[in-house]
């Protein structure tokens, strides 16, 4: 059995294919598994750091921003367009799969597009409430369409959907609260805030939530651990300091770039502050996690947005808007939800309620059901 995956762009991609191809791999050991990718993406590097072999073609997205700079790119986009095509099927020749997996993203277009040309079987994903554009054209001739969220299907040509889940790390469904919160060394007696924008940073969340640590860094009544982001990790600590938050001499908080144990803290969490990525609110599903989202407003088609709203219309979040958002109105979003320990308990079964545990295995037995 031979199976190609495309994916790439973002970790909201690419850690759904790795997962769904851990899986593959855990019931067919003997599988060969090999991912396609943009050259220059974050998917070269993660892909064989995962163990899989990774064949790279030049692929990029199309800007809907009508700008010079980007008339520019559209350019070489489209260029690339016809280029990836011939280099998707040189690979598909090469390695001979007899199924094609696409998980999202530009890349997945070129790849499934000539695999279906090839008379290849094929699967697409939509890890989002609201579609991308490359998964609406691909809707049209894939095998299975898998949906992450049944509110993506009113986006959709109308057709038969397999509501999947998002796939999510093992790690993430097999730990406990009081298993996580032993091993980061924390106690159950005060509550723990986890917060985080991204793994390049959301200068809107870390400035919010420089006031809420302004709040409570001295009091010793939380926990709070904070990710930065990449590009906010240059600015963020001396941006607490100035609002008079001492880390040196606060115990309870970590500030860090990136938080690598993210299972362990996620579990052990009492309210959560993030972006609102698919992944992500999988992942605060599982585990049965109150957040507050804010959602950003740079994505392809605002599908931040439609996902969050999936959450808080079940009552399982808040969701702030970026535009919206000041740091006083996030602190007093939290000093509402923290003292309210009933709100909190509901909104976490909310959030469980809507989760699909079973993701992973609902993916494989949709793909095992076309070889």
């Given at each position: 059995?031979?199976?190609?995956?495309?994916?790439?762009?973002?970790?909201?991609?690419?850690?759904?294919?790795?997962?769904?191809?851990?899986?593959?791999?855990?019931?067919?050991?003997?599988?060969?598994?090999?991912?396609?990718?943009?050259?220059?993406?974050?998917?070269?590097?993660?892909?064989?750091?995962?163990?899989?072999?990774?064949?790279?073609?030049?692929?990029?997205?199309?800007?809907?921003?009508?700008?010079?700079?980007?008339?520019?790119?559209?350019?070489?986009?489209?260029?690339?367009?016809?280029?990836?095509?011939?280099?998707?099927?040189?690979?598909?020749?090469?390695?001979?799969?007899?199924?094609?997996?696409?998980?999202?993203?530009?890349?997945?277009?070129?790849?499934?597009?000539?695999?279906?040309?090839?008379?290849?079987?094929?699967?697409?994903?939509?890890?989002?409430?609201?579609?991308?554009?490359?998964?609406?054209?691909?809707?049209?001739?894939?095998?299975?369409?898998?949906?992450?969220?049944?509110?993506?299907?009113?986006?959709?040509?109308?057709?038969?959907?397999?509501?999947?889940?998002?796939?999510?790390?093992?790690?993430?469904?097999?730990?406990?609260?009081?298993?996580?919160?032993?091993?980061?060394?924390?106690?159950?007696?005060?509550?723990?805030?986890?917060?985080?924008?991204?793994?390049?940073?959301?200068?809107?969340?870390?400035?919010?939530?420089?006031?809420?640590?302004?709040?409570?860094?001295?009091?010793?009544?939380?926990?709070?651990?904070?990710a930065t982001g990449r590009e906010a990790w240059s600015w963020m600590p001396d941006y607490v300091r100035q609002k008079g938050v001492d880390l040196a001499r606060a115990p309870?908080?970590?500030?860090?770039?990136?938080?690598?144990d993210m299972d362990l803290c996620m579990a052990a969490a009492d309210l959560v502050i993030s972006r609102a990525g698919a992944i992500t609110l999988s992942e605060i599903e599982?585990?049965?996690?109150?957040?507050?989202?804010?959602?950003?407003?740079?994505?392809?088609?605002?599908?931040?947005?439609?996902?969050?709203?999936?959450?808080?219309?079940?009552?399982?979040?808040?969701?702030?808007?970026?535009?919206?958002?000041?740091?006083?109105?996030?602190?007093?979003?939290?000093?509402?939800?923290?003292?309210?320990?009933?709100?909190?308990?509901?909104?976490?079964?909310?959030?469980?309620?809507?989760?699909?545990?079973?993701?992973?295995?609902?993916?494989?037995?949709?793909?095992?059901?076309?070889?």
């Amino acid at each position: 059995m031979k199976i190609l995956f495309a994916c790439g762009g973002t970790g909201g991609h690419i850690n759904p294919a790795l997962a769904a191809a851990g899986t593959i791999r855990a019931h067919h050991p003997e599988a060969e598994i090999a991912f396609i990718g943009n050259a220059t993406g974050m998917e070269h590097e993660l892909v064989p750091q995962a163990g899989y072999a990774f064949y790279p073609i030049h692929v990029a997205g199309f800007q809907r921003r009508l700008t010079l700079k980007n008339v520019a790119r559209n350019v070489a986009a489209a260029r690339k367009a016809v280029t990836s095509g011939f280099e998707a099927a040189k690979i598909i020749k090469s390695f001979q799969p007899d199924l094609v997996v696409g998980m999202g993203g530009y890349v997945s277009g070129p790849v499934l597009r000539k695999a279906h040309q090839m008379g290849i079987k094929t699967a697409t994903h939509e890890q989002n409430a609201f579609p991308g554009v490359t998964t609406k054209m691909l809707a049209k001739f894939v095998d299975v369409v898998m949906l992450a969220m049944p509110a993506a299907m009113e986006h959709l040509p109308e057709r038969h959907y397999i509501i999947t889940g998002n796939p999510v790390r093992p790690a993430m469904l097999n730990v406990t609260k009081e298993q996580a919160r032993k091993a980061l060394g924390i106690d159950n007696d005060h509550p723990f805030i986890l917060s985080f924008g991204g793994s390049l940073g959301a200068e809107i969340v870390n400035r919010s939530v420089a006031d809420v640590m302004a709040w409570h860094w001295n009091t010793g009544l939380y926990y709070h651990y904070h990710a930065t982001g990449r590009e906010a990790w240059s600015w963020m600590p001396d941006y607490v300091r100035q609002k008079g938050v001492d880390l040196a001499r606060a115990p309870m908080i970590r500030m860090t770039e990136y938080i690598h144990d993210m299972d362990l803290c996620m579990a052990a969490a009492d309210l959560v502050i993030s972006r609102a990525g698919a992944i992500t609110l999988s992942e605060i599903e599982v585990q049965g996690k109150p957040s507050i989202l804010i959602p950003s407003p740079y994505v392809a088609e605002n599908h931040q947005y439609h996902n969050a709203m999936t959450l808080q219309k079940r009552g399982a979040a808040v969701v702030w808007e970026e535009k919206d958002l000041t740091g006083t109105q996030l602190l007093d979003t939290v000093k509402e939800l923290l003292t309210d320990p009933d709100r909190l308990s509901a909104m976490g079964k909310a959030a469980r309620d809507g989760a699909y545990t079973d993701a992973n295995e609902r993916i494989y037995n949709a793909l095992m059901k076309l070889l």
